[in-house]
T-cell receptor
């Protein structure tokens, strides 16, 4: 049973480009969470999704950031027109149900030059 | 003010020592999680608690709902326990994270 998978593991973008981060939850998990860990800071909640629905996006920046979890395929966190301040580790976690144990992916480390 | 406060921020211990990491929170929660983040950055969920106490190997986690406090204990610590330990509380759909306790266990 594969764990939560994220790709790419490392992503380098120039300012103004788009970044697409993918998260494949564990088999049987329909709940996905995205978190951001800025350098020298703790984890921060970004968004909580279930299949085809955004449940809570209160942690997402209002502009440039979007997330989806389609019926088929991985969850995508999309950052448009990246800026240097977007450089961070982005972690995805999945769970079988609401308020159940979350399992974390290895993270995507985004570096914006 | 952070919703989740951890102490200590940094901890150095000799191999074999008993270790305690504390977590206090200020929000109503549905569950509290203890996470371990290794130097390479990967995150592992150690415990999810909503009451009482859980034990897994040398790790023990307790929670006092009335006092809004949880502790993570490591018995017979080992250098491979060196990592950052993060307390996270779930409230509704959201999670709030402590800033982590960096543990170094010296052989």
């Amino acid at each position: 049973n594969a764990g939560v998978m994220q790709n790419p593991r490392h992503l380098v973008r120039r300012r103004g480009q788009e970044a697409r981060l993918r998260c494949s939850p564990m088999k049987g998990h329909s709940h996905v969470y995205w978190y951001r860990q800025l350098p020298e800071e703790g984890l921060k909640f970004m968004v909580y999704l279930q299949k085809e629905n955004i449940i809570d996006e209160s942690g997402m920046p209002k502009e440039r950031f979007s997330a989806e979890f389609p019926k088929e395929g991985p969850s995508i966190l999309r950052i448009q027109q990246v800026v240097r301040g977007d450089s961070a580790a982005y972690f995805c976690a999945s769970s079988r149900g609401e308020q159940e144990t979350q399992y974390f992916g290895p993270g995507t480390r985004l570096l914006v030059l | 003010k952070n919703e989740v406060e951890q102490s200590p921020q940094n901890l150095t211990a000799q191999e074999g020592e008993f270790i305690t990491i504390n977590c206090s929170y200020s929000v109503g929660i549905s569950a509290l999680h203890w996470l371990q983040q290794h130097p390479g950055g990967g995150i592992v969920s150690l415990f999810m608690l909503s009451s009482g106490k859980k034990k897994h190997g040398r790790l023990i986690a307790t929670i006092n709902i009335q006092e809004k406090h949880s502790s993570l204990h490591i018995t017979a610590s080992h250098p491979r326990d060196s990592a950052v330990y993060i307390c996270a509380v779930g409230t509704g759909n959201q999670f709030y994270f402590g800033t982590g306790t960096s543990l170094t266990v010296i052989p």
